[in-house]
């Protein structure tokens, strides 16, 4: 069974500070690892797919960077506009486009 | 596109009565997914469509959960009885496949509160 461990469950900043954003997975032939941004009383927003080990994408102040068995998004320099509830999922070759979703990390940045 | 669209945004109800949920899917999308979350268990998938066809309901809890979408453009999930323990924010999501890249998009939510 797909397994997905976020950490740190929470993370304080202060503006400017910048930090990494933990993803560790176990799947059985991942076909995509997923980052998506949570704002309070809102549904996930897509932010990234990485699809192999090496692959990176980035998005203004966030970068996503993926490994066999984990993912990390840096986040260089953050705002306050930065904080929300950071989602990662995986898709494995037998699910198809269902998602697997770990319990994300809070992020607060503070002025 | 106005996005995926869920109703209610917000549902009381008394431990044993009905509740059905509601979302419409951005057009031209063919996969549906309904996903529950809670603060213990974070986000789960209940269930998913293609084409109006469920595909997997493996995540659905009991059979006191049912789903349907009688058409492209509309999909209810529907509780009965509603128990304490089924308070979540229950979500729905369409993603539109071929498109070379797996991108869901979310609804604002339910919150569903069974007293």
């Known amino acids: 069974e797909d397994q997905v461990t976020q950490s740190p469950e929470a993370l304080r900043l202060q503006e400017g500070e910048s930090s990494s954003l933990n993803c560790s997975y176990t799947?059985?032939?991942?076909?995509?690892l997923f980052w998506y941004r949570q704002d309070p009383g809102k549904g996930p927003e897509f932010l990234f797919t990485l699809y192999s080990a090496g692959e990176e994408k980035e998005k203004e102040r966030l970068k996503a960077t993926l490994t066999k068995k984990e993912s990390f998004l840096h986040i260089t320099a953050p705002k306050p506009e930065d904080s929300a509830t950071y989602l990662c999922?995986?898709?494995?070759?037998?699910?198809?486009?269902?998602?697997?979703f770990g319990k994300g990390t809070s992020l607060l940045v503070t002025p | 596109d106005a996005g995926v669209i869920q109703s209610p945004r917000h549902e009381v109800t008394e431990m044993g009565q009905e509740v059905t949920l509601r979302c419409k899917p951005i057009s031209g999308h063919d996969y549906l997914f309904w996903y529950r979350q809670t603060m213990m268990r974070g986000l789960e998938l209940l269930i998913y469509?293609?084409?109006?066809?469920?595909?997997?309901d493996s995540g659905m809890p009991e059979d006191r959960f049912s789903a349907k979408m009688p058409n492209a453009s509309f999909s209810t999930l529907k509780i009965q009885p509603s128990e304490p323990r089924d308070s979540a924010v229950y979500f729905c999501a369409s993603s539109r496949a071929g498109t070379g890249e797996l991108k869901l998009f979310f609804g604002s939510g339910t919150q569903l509160s069974v007293l």
């Open positions: 999922a995986v898709s494995n070759s037998n699910s198809g486009y269902a998602l697997n």
């Open positions: 799947v059985s032939g991942l076909r995509g």
């Open positions: 469509f293609n084409n109006n066809v469920p595909i997997d």
